[in-house]
């Protein structure tokens, strides 16, 4: 019931393509739901996030789409850049406005080639 | 604004031994979590502090591992005895007082431990 599965593993996209990576949940007590970058050797940092009443949210060239119906959620990279190469975790988090907790999925490795 | 503090960076130890890390948050951060990411996995959550209490210890394996958070700012995790499936990064978060986004979470660098 807290499992957010994730895929790829891995995903390897050419300098300008559209990086993909998809997410289901099943608990529908989740109430955001973050995605988060990681670089080798440093701690994982917020990227974009979104709330289930809403289809879509863009930040520049990152997008998330949300399906609520079918519990699943997506990040979308456009214009992949080489500085894109990292490892993408997607999370739901539970707990409200007071008490944020995060379940995050198994990881994406995204490598950009120039 | 310094980002969360974490101490040693990497350690290595025997099994059966022990050792403990050290966190020191973001300042004003009144939650504090510590988090275990075993390589090619997500992290996963293992305690979550409130200032200096516990909010949530479900996932701590409390049979060897102990964590703590003197003051409401810095916290230690410790593991005592440690086994080779121990072996993970282990990370320190924090987040902002309530009125912010329960999800956004300042992660450390994180402790790299090898268990032999």
């Known amino acids: 019931q807290q499992q957010v599965k994730q895929s790829p593993q891995s995903l390897i996209v050419q300098k300008g393509g559209i990086s993909i990576i998809n997410c289901a949940y099943e608990?529908?007590?989740?109430?955001?739901f973050p995605w988060y970058q990681q670089f080798p050797g440093k701690g994982p940092a917020l990227l974009i996030a979104?709330?289930?009443?809403?289809s879509e949210k863009k930040e520049g060239r990152f997008t998330i789409s949300f399906n609520k119906s079918a519990k699943q959620f997506s990040l979308h990279i456009m214009d992949s850049q080489p500085g894109d190469s990292a490892t993408y975790f997607c999370?739901?988090?539970?707990?409200?406005?007071?008490?944020?907790?995060?379940?995050f999925g198994q990881g994406t490795i995204l490598t950009v080639h120039p | 604004e310094a980002g969360v503090a974490q101490s040693p960076r990497y350690k290595i130890i025997e099994k059966r031994q022990s050792v403990a890390f050290w966190c020191n948050p973001i300042?004003?951060?009144?939650?504090l979590y510590w988090y275990q990411q075993i390589l090619g996995q997500g992290p996963k959550l293992l305690i979550q502090?409130?200032?200096?209490?516990?909010?949530?210890d479900s996932q701590l394996p409390k049979d060897r591992f102990s964590a703590e958070r003197l003051k409401g700012v810095d916290s230690t995790l410790k593991i005592q005895p440690a086994k080779l499936e121990d072996s993970a990064v282990y990370l320190c978060?924090?987040?902002?007082?309530?009125?912010?986004?329960?999800?956004?979470?300042?992660f450390g660098p994180g402790t790299r431990l090898t268990v032999t």
């Open positions: 502090f409130q200032n200096n209490g516990v909010v949530d």
């Open positions: 978060a924090s987040r902002p007082p309530p009125g912010t986004p329960s999800y956004e979470q300042y």
């Open positions: 979104i709330r289930p009443d809403v």
């Open positions: 300042s004003g951060h009144a939650t």
């Open positions: 608990n529908t007590a989740f109430d955001y």
């Open positions: 999370a739901a988090n539970a707990g409200g406005t007071s008490y944020g907790k995060l379940t």
